[in-house]
């Protein structure tokens, strides 16, 4: 069963936050991903250890300083099985382009076979950003053509 960790800010994505603080920005999330590795310094790292797919972003709800973001993600392009370890939020730096934002990893992965030998399987993750000026996110949600109850 999964086991995600706390979401570590990377330096880099340290250095985006206190741009996106002082110059009054809007926090530019451009995509999430999905690894089957596992970053050997969180802080450091500047992209994931063993990057699979990115995610379909689902939901994004803002409310006070926190800004909820609903992803997930499932085998149906999987050729072979994987431990799903991480996942990386990126952004757009405005000096520095795309970079690896924040990064978490699971200690107990789940095991996700290829498509071709089991049934679809999917996985939903909610990840939250807090800071002074999370009501002003930007992100272009994924263009999925289903929905859950719960998210209704």
Not at 20 to 31: G, K, V
Request: aromatic share 8%; hydrophobic share 40%.
């Amino acid at each position: 069963m999964a086991n995600w960790q706390k979401v570590t800010l990377t330096d880099k994505g340290a250095a985006l936050l206190a741009k996106i603080t002082a110059r009054n920005l809007a926090f530019p999330l451009t995509r999430i991903a999905f690894g089957s590795g596992r970053p050997s310094n969180l802080n450091t790292a500047t992209a994931l250890a063993a990057q699979i797919d990115n995610a379909e972003i689902i939901s994004k709800i803002q409310k006070d300083n926190t800004c909820t973001i609903t992803f997930r993600f499932n085998n149906t392009k999987f050729t072979k099985a994987y431990d799903i370890c991480e996942f990386g939020i990126f952004a757009t730096d405005p000096d520095d382009g795309e970079i690896l934002f924040a990064v978490s990893t699971d200690s107990n992965p789940d095991h996700i076979n290829a498509a071709s030998t089991s049934t679809v399987v999917t996985k939903t993750i909610v990840a939250g950003i807090g800071y002074n000026n999370s009501n002003n996110v930007t992100v272009t949600l994924s263009n999925v053509s289903w929905i859950t109850r719960s998210e209704e």
